[in-house]
């Protein structure tokens, strides 16, 4: 189990995150992190835009779905 530490940053709070837990998710000094909450009521911190990612989704599929049509615009 990793383990982070909560401080103070100015009037706000931060956590500090260890080189090891940097190094697991790939990330440096001035990436942006997105909490999201899971359905078990926990959170998941991740270095990846979940908004980001359904919209790939859906397009992959409008992609699969549409491809002949697009397939004739491309000519």
Do not use: N, W
Not at 8 to 18: D, F, H, K, N, Q
Not at 27 to 45: A, H, M, N, S, W
Request: net charge negative; charged share 30%.
């Amino acid at each position: 189990m990793l383990t982070m530490k909560i401080t103070t940053v100015g009037a706000s709070s931060g956590v500090i995150l260890s080189k090891e837990i940097m190094a697991k998710l790939k990330v440096q000094k001035g990436d942006t992190l997105y909490l999201t909450e899971t359905p078990d009521g926990g959170f998941r911190i991740t270095p990846y835009d979940p908004e980001f990612e359904r919209q790939m989704q859906l397009a992959e599929q409008i992609m699969h779905d549409d491809r002949d049509i697009l397939r004739a615009l491309a000519k």
